[in-house]
């Protein structure tokens, strides 16, 4: 089956209106965007802007304490949005250390909240930034714990394989390996060291270090069926959304 391409509108966000990013959004070639816990606040609006711009959204961002205190509210704008997927974005809790026991305590509770919301038909996922991927004391890593703890619940993962990358660990490996719960992958691409400091060292997708055509095919070959494009601080949002889906939409497949 053909993934999704999809753009996360985080990346957007200095266009300012959420009618300003799903304008820019669809101009730039994309059919399908990725929400945050803000737009699923106004339901009406995302909603409406989906629809003029002929847009999707399978996937969103809400934050665990969201989630905790106001999960009913979310399913509803879910539903509403026709989104089949929420990821909660690294760290989820407040201050998830790096200890076996946080780890474990994060993989209970995300797991459990997973449960639950596929009683109300949305599929809830971690996504990872550079935590988890640093041995601890006895020689696991946090991932693992959290995943291992989260056993026999329906938790997924969407990678986010640059923030695999600056974590040291080889991104390829940990997809193939978690390759039981991977339902993502953020597109996103890292600057060569030392460029790009204004953009906080990341870079256009296909301008990068990364070697995305086999990144792709090997999130594709390990379970991902929505790659969403990111760039977490782009200084001309627009120009990097249009030259990242020129560049990707040569090898997708």
Avoid at 91 to 110: F, I, K, N, V, Y
Wanted: charged share 20%.
């Amino acid at each position: 089956m053909k993934p999704t391409l999809s753009l996360q509108l985080f990346s957007l966000r200095g266009l300012g209106s959420l009618e300003a990013q799903l304008s820019a959004a669809a101009r730039a070639g994309f059919r399908s965007v990725e929400p945050l816990e803000s737009h699923l606040r106004d339901v009406g609006e995302l909603r409406d802007g989906l629809r003029r711009h002929q847009l999707t959204a399978p996937t969103a961002h809400v934050s665990l304490e969201a989630l905790r205190t106001e999960g009913a509210m979310f399913v509803d704008a879910c539903h509403s949005c026709g989104i089949g997927e929420l990821f909660v974005p690294h760290p989820a809790p407040s201050g998830a250390q790096e200890t076996a026991s946080a780890w474990q305590r994060l993989g209970r509770e995300l797991g459990a909240l997973a449960d639950r919301f596929k009683g109300d038909c949305v599929q809830l996922g971690y996504h990872n930034k550079t935590a988890g991927f640093t041995r601890l004391h006895g020689g696991r890593y946090g991932f693992e714990l959290m995943f291992d703890t989260a056993r026999g619940s329906p938790l997924v993962w969407q990678a986010d394989i640059a923030w695999l990358a600056r974590a040291g660990v080889v991104p390829g490996e940990w997809l193939h390996r978690y390759a039981s719960v991977l339902a993502s992958a953020h597109v996103k691409d890292q600057a060569p060291d030392g460029a790009k400091a204004e953009e906080e060292g990341w870079s256009d997708v296909g301008s990068g270090i990364l070697v995305w055509p086999l990144l792709w095919r090997t999130a594709i070959a390990n379970g991902a069926r929505t790659l969403v494009v990111e760039h977490d601080n782009p200084q001309e949002p627009y120009e990097f959304a249009a030259r990242s889906f020129a560049y990707v939409t040569r090898f997708m497949s």
